[in-house]
């Protein structure tokens, strides 16, 4: 399955929760799925409740579902709980990164920024949005691209406020990971467990 490139609000909607990597738009308006039968009540079934957990993470994190069930994979095989070990590896990837430091509105917005080369890794660019940054590592903007408008614009109005693991110097467009992410730095609402128990008889 391909990576989603449709309305954005849609997805909100649909999965009934905020997803900030997806995009900064909201459902406040209609807080309620899309389609003929949205406003009705809605019957979730344990299967339903699981897929919808999953997606969540799928979509905020703009992965194929290929992508999310080999890291599942990997999650699996680490010593911590799968979900929490799958939750720390979706935030530390690069696109992720460069998204909750502020450098891009969305993850998909940075994932341009990165594929496109404006992002070093300790001095070195680094065009792959999946590249897995460990504690220690700096993050920065290109020289050249961080006389961008559009980098400049997020920097200034961020989506979501830097959290704990990460810092950020504004002035010099540079980041650092200080720690590793926890569960409590995701920054939308998912539970965890249902996405294992809906990728556990699957593989």
């Given amino acids: 399955m391909a990576r989603y490139t449709g309305p954005r609000l849609r997805i909100v909607r649909r999965l009934g929760t905020r997803l900030p990597g997806l995009t900064r738009k909201l459902a406040d308006k ?18 339903k409740k699981q897929l919808y957990e999953k997606q969540k993470i799928r979509y905020n994190y703009g992965l194929s579902e290929s992508q999310l069930r080999n890291l599942f994979k990997e999650a699996q095989a680490s010593r911590d709980p799968a979900g929490i070990a799958l939750l720390r590896m979706l935030e ?3 696109d992720n990164i460069v ?39 700096e993050i920065s903007v290109r020289p050249k691209s961080r006389k961008s408008t559009y980098i400049a614009e997020s920097v200034g ?24 992410p926890t569960r409590e730095d995701v920054p939308f609402g998912v539970e965890e467990q249902l996405v294992v128990e809906y990728y556990s008889p699957r593989l």
Wanted: net charge positive; glycine share 10%.
């Fill in 30 to 47: 209609r807080p309620y799925p899309p389609g003929q039968h949205g406003q009705g009540r809605q019957r979730f079934s344990e299967f």
């Fill in 92 to 94: 530390q990837r690069l």
């Fill in 99 to 137: 998204f909750r430091l502020g450098i891009a509105p969305t993850i998909p917005a940075a994932r341009q920024l990165v594929v496109h080369g404006h992002i070093m890794i300790d001095g070195h660019k680094v065009d792959r949005p999946s590249f897995r940054v460990k504690a220690g590592m």
């Fill in 157 to 180: 109005a961020p989506s979501l406020s830097v959290p704990g693991y990460l810092s950020f110097d504004a002035k010099t467009f540079t980041g650092k990971m200080e720690a590793l």
